[in-house]
């Protein structure tokens, strides 16, 4: 076991992982923090997208030793407190959320495309959720989301 | 407040946007062991010895069961035959059919134990196609099943000899349909422990009552002493319907006396989950100014090696093969053949995309070859209101012209064609349930709120935001104030399935008139809490051939229009119509979300998806980067969806069931389209670049 330190959804966690399981399984299993999921295990459908250290990483993909000392925010960290992000709203509105499982990687590529992008176009928006699979097939409805907080806020979220 | 139609906010929508959803996987019991199943590298190997020493040596393993550990004779499962055993015993019959089950204090624990159990084996010929499945002298993948023909389902109208001498041309080709997976993002999760004299389990699944009855079967206790907890699938499209591995949890949570739990990989949740594969021969025959004669359909659907509800999806899916149109006779005759494959199930469609696809194509082959347009052939055949198109089942319920015109016009069908481009129609027909039972009860508290509980499931759907939009609408209070429970039948009133599009239709009754009865106790003076009950029922017609008319019929029309590009093979869509006749949409926005969804999960099957299998009957492609399904860039560039509301549905306020119909005819509109710009025909299904491309060589050279 190996001790680590990271900063989650603002939070300082102190804890020992072990050094083969990754970030995904750390977050889940030591953090109970489940709204993160576990689908494909190889960084192909995006269920596991978090942000870490300022970019969105498949968490399957990389090691919890590896994240040592950095910031992550999970789907848990988007509201404040009991106030949704303008995005978790529209994904709402909009009509994008349906069987769910795939949606707290959804908003986090959103989430982070909007961070880039404050406007982003049309093809901006398909490239930066294609990585992120939604078997429910509410792609139009989660462009229709992430496009409604750009023209709606003017800003970042 | 929120009007039946308009787009109300989804049931349990903030819980699936802020982490809180709970889906089985993120459930934890106390004392948990956790779960990995031992398979073999071939899909049929004769078991000999399983040696456990080495893996029960890994510190945190507790147990390693097979066979042996089971109950003798073992216990076999099954929802239409009871055929498959709780585990492996004497062969396996698929690629990933578990001959041992490890349970270990730690995942990490009975992985490396899994690897660790040395199961001696000696693979065994298997049959993975529908040739080799049916060729002389193949292996039989059940005893008793001769030629590998579990059954033959056969319907038929009219009489076919006197109509053939009508018919002035016969057109008569094979279609082949590809092995595919639901591949919901949830991977199938199973926990189950002892409780009090029984047992619990939990697990992603569509009908959990249907799963206690087979639990209770299986496992010899009553139902009252099984208790079925079913959080919300994360996507489930047919595929978790079923009994998996919850027979074997069971069994092994109460043999161990402690919770055990096992979440399926995405690898392993394609060896437990597909569609069946299927070829399609068909006969039309017509009249040269374009009057549809007869029908005559040959399907063999390659089920797996285990019945699951495959044979239903065969019997129920090839029967309204014809098509929704008027014929002087039809004649479908579909098998279910074994083979040494993942037992199929059933999938959105339920067995009717395949013939569909192949039925079609052949209309759109038949238009072509007489010289009419191939919206002007359907519309001549078509169905109307009324019409006795099956002659022993439900007449047509909606107006399909209506629906065929709109996507026709939304298409811009009679306006011209960009450049390069390439335009295709298909419609698609379903029969909605042919029985069901759906009990409902509403609870209005004192404060004006309510709770609905129904033991339907919420798969993704929206079952949830309808049940509380027809229950606040009854009840004449706000939205806000209506909650909804599913998923525990220790809670919930029973519930026959979660499938067929039916739970808008049945359970959508039954909370209308749990409602209803609510306001009437209400009206009586009654005070208190006041308890509602309401039920809705499809009776079954032991006379008819599937067991029951359809309650409804789930009806669309599709056009696309595309263009190939000839270097590649590729298909881009640049626009997608989608038409489904949906009776009374509750809500909008749902009906849009699953329309759309399915014609983009169609898109899957018809340009890119298909299983894989090596000689040794392993599937090559297993997980989500060698299997491609539809991202965000492989959509149509438009679009567009609508529906027909003529309230014309047995449902509430005119509703029909929807949601699957939109997928049904994709392939056959994509491929016409196809055909249309390139003047290749395919007939294979995934119309892949490299399928398209290879076409269009031959093209050039011949």
């Given amino acids: 076991m190996t001790e680590i330190t990271l900063r989650v959804n603002d939070e300082m966690r102190s804890y020992s992982v072990e050094p083969h399981h990754t970030l995904l399984e750390s977050l889940r299993d030591d953090l109970a923090l489940t709204g993160t999921k576990e689908c494909c295990l190889v960084g192909e459908c995006g269920a596991c997208t978090v942000r870490l250290n300022g970019v969105i990483v498949d968490s399957c993909l990389v090691l919890a030793v590896e994240a040592d000392g950095g910031e992550v925010t999970t789907v848990e960290g988007l509201a404040w407190g009991d106030q949704l992000s303008a995005l978790q709203e529209a994904f709402l509105t909009r009509g994008a959320v349906q069987c769910g499982f795939c949606i707290p990687g959804q908003l986090m590529a959103a989430d982070d495309l909007l961070r880039r992008v404050s406007h982003p176009a049309h093809d901006e928006i398909e490239e930066g959720l294609a990585g992120n699979l939604c078997r429910c097939g509410c792609y139009y409805q989660i462009f229709d989301a992430v496009e409604s907080v750009a023209v709606g806020s003017g800003e970042q979220p | 407040m929120t009007q039946i139609g308009d787009p109300a906010p989804r049931g349990g929508g903030r819980g699936r946007v802020n982490g809180e959803q709970r889906y089985v996987a993120d459930i934890h019991l106390p004392n948990e062991l956790h779960v990995k199943l031992v398979t073999l590298p071939c899909a049929r190997g004769r078991i000999g010895d399983i040696d456990s020493s080495a893996a029960l040596a890994i510190p945190g393993v507790v147990a390693v069961y097979s066979a042996t550990d089971l109950p003798h004779p073992m216990p076999r499962f099954g929802p239409q035959f009871t055929d498959r055993p709780v585990i492996a015993t004497g062969e396996t019959k698929f690629h990933g059919d578990p001959v041992a089950a490890v349970a270990a204090e730690s995942l990490d624990a009975a992985e490396e134990a899994a690897r660790l159990v040395k199961v001696e084996f000696e693979e065994l010929q298997a049959v993975v196609t529908v040739a080799a499945a049916r060729a002389e002298g193949a292996p039989r993948v059940q005893d008793g099943v001769a030629g590998n023909v579990l059954r033959e389902h056969k319907v038929a109208w009219g009489d076919l000899d006197a109509a053939a001498k009508h018919a002035e041309l016969t057109v008569e080709n094979t279609y082949r349909f590809p092995m595919v997976t639901q591949f919901a993002i949830e991977p199938h999760a199973f926990m189950a422990a002892p409780d009090g004299d029984g047992v619990t389990v939990w697990t992603s699944i569509q009908h959990p009552y249907w799963l206690q009855r087979l639990l209770a079967q299986t496992l010899k206790l009553p139902l009252a002493r099984v208790r079925v907890i079913a959080p919300d699938p994360g996507g489930a499209f047919g595929g978790k319907q079923h009994a998996k591995y919850e027979p074997l949890l069971a069994f092994m949570a109460l043999k161990l006396q402690r919770p055990v739990r096992l979440v399926l990989t995405l690898e392993e949740t394609f060896q437990a989950v597909r569609r069946t594969e299927t070829e399609v021969r068909v006969r039309t025959g017509l009249t040269r100014a374009g009057k549809l004669v007869f029908q005559d359909v040959d399907a063999d659907y390659l089920i797996g090696a285990y019945a699951d509800i495959a044979d239903r999806v065969v019997g129920k899916g090839s029967y309204i093969a014809c098509g929704p149109y008027n014929y002087e006779a039809g004649r479908v005759t579909a098998r279910s053949v074994l083979s040494h494959t993942v037992p199929s199930t059933a999938f959105r469609g339920f067995g009717n995309p395949q013939v569909n696809w192949a039925v079609e194509s052949n209309l759109t082959e038949a238009a072509a070859q007489i010289g009419l347009d191939p919206v002007e052939l359907r519309l001549k055949n078509l169905a109307k209101k009324g019409d006795p198109f099956i002659p022993f089942d439900t007449p047509c319920d909606g107006d399909w012209v209506e629906a065929t015109k709109r996507a026709a016009e939304l298409a811009g069908w009679d306006k ?158 640049h626009r997608h119509v989608t038409v489904s006749d949906v009776g009374k949409a509750i809500n909008r926005l749902q009906v849009q979300m699953q329309d759309e969804g399915a014609a983009i999960m169609g898109l899957g099957h018809t340009l890119m998806e298909r299983y894989i299998w090596d000689d040794a009957g392993r599937i090559r492609n297993l997980g989500a980067i060698d299997y491609r399904i539809p991202t965000s860039m492989d959509l149509p560039e438009v679009m567009v969806s609508d529906m027909i509301e003529n309230g014309d549905g047995p449902g509430p306020y005119g509703a029909k069931g929807m949601s699957e119909g939109a997928l049904l005819p994709v392939s056959a509109a994509v491929a016409a389209a196809v055909r249309d710009a390139t003047g290749v025909v395919i007939r294979d299904l995934p119309l892949s670049p490299e399928r398209v491309w290879t076409a269009l060589q031959q093209r050039d050279r011949s």
């Fill in chain 2, 416 to 573: 011209p064609k960009p450049e390069g481009r390439g335009r295709g129609f298909a419609l698609g027909i379903k029969s909605g349930p042919t029985t069901g039972l759906s009990y409902s009860k509403v609870r209005l508290h004192a404060d004006g709120s309510a709770i609905v509980y129904c033991g339907t499931q919420d798969i993704g759907q929206g079952a949830r935001t309808i049940f509380a939009q027809i229950a606040a609408h009854e009840l004449g209070i706000p939205l806000e104030r209506v909650s909804v429970v599913m998923g525990d039948t220790g809670i919930v009133p029973y519930d026959q399935q979660t499938s067929a599009s039916r739970s808008t239709v049945l359970m959508g009754n039954a909370v209308l008139a749990a409602s209803r009865q609510v306001r009437e106790k209400l009206a009586a003076g009654e005070s208190g809490e006041i308890v509602g009950v309401g039920d809705a029922k499809k009776e079954p017609d032991p006379d008819h051939p599937l067991g029951g008319s359809a309650a409804f019929f789930e009806f669309n029309a599709t056009a696309v229009e595309l263009s190939v590009d000839e270097e590649t093979g590729d298909i881009t869509i």
